[in-house]
T-cell receptor
């Protein structure tokens, strides 16, 4: 299947700082990327959907000024957690779909474990 | 995306076949049925996808009845490494603007 690479795999940051997570599609052009967060023992919660070259669409309850999403190219999307606080500690996962023929499924990155201290 | 309902958890033993049924009563004509597997602290991994009847690949089979209101993921001869959460998703990702949302998933525990 197609490969989606997410970086970093884990990060620890101090409260009040910002953290950037990258999501790259390595062997296909991702026309759409999805960002999720997942708390322990829970399902994935969709945060936002981004299409290349346009603004992300955020789910209800997700602060767009806190979770900045940039999808500047067909192979890269970034999620920046601004002014992070301990409650932002979570597992963040990106997903991408696209391809020349238009994938019917999405492919996921390996996730980023964010710990805010 | 159509709402899905799956059992919360299932236990099995090594070598047995595991069948997980997902209900999706309001599936739309263009929707596909896709199953993902997730291990702790990893992103979901694509297992199998189907539209109707039966699909089989090297790791699983997917059975879809004619009315498509449910589907069953079949994992043959499971091993301890198949312990994971399995998610059933229904939708048409080819349509611009469609989202990919997850339900609760089924936590499968394979015992020795």
């Amino acid at each position: 299947g197609a490969v989606v690479s997410q970086h970093p795999s884990w990060v620890i940051c101090k409260s009040g700082t910002s953290v950037k997570i990258e999501c790259r599609s390595l062997d296909f052009q991702a026309t759409t990327m999805f960002w999720y967060r997942q708390f322990p023992k829970q399902s994935l919660m969709l945060m936002a959907t981004s299409n290349e070259g346009s603004k992300a669409t955020y789910e209800q309850g997700v602060e767009k000024d806190k979770f900045l999403i940039n999808h500047a190219s067909l192979t890269l999307s970034t999620l920046t957690v601004t002014s992070a606080h301990p409650e932002d500690s979570s597992f963040y996962i990106c997903s991408a779909r696209g391809g020349v023929r238009g994938h019917t499924e999405a492919f996921f990155g390996q996730g980023t474990r964010l710990t805010v201290v | 995306l159509a709402k899905t309902t799956q059992p919360i958890s299932m236990d099995s033993y090594e070598g047995q076949e595991v069948n997980i049924t997902c209900s999706h009563n309001n599936i739309a004509t263009n929707d596909y049925i896709t199953w993902y597997q997730q291990f702790p602290s990893q992103g979901p991994r694509f297992i199998i996808q189907g539209y109707k009847t039966k699909v089989t690949n090297e790791v699983a089979s997917l059975f879809i009845p004619a009315d498509r209101k449910s589907s069953t993921l079949s994992l043959p001869r499971v091993s301890l490494s198949d312990t994971a959460v399995y998610y059933c998703l229904v939708g048409d990702l080819r349509a611009a603007g469609n989202k990919l949302t997850f339900g609760g998933g089924t936590r499968v525990l394979v015992k020795p």
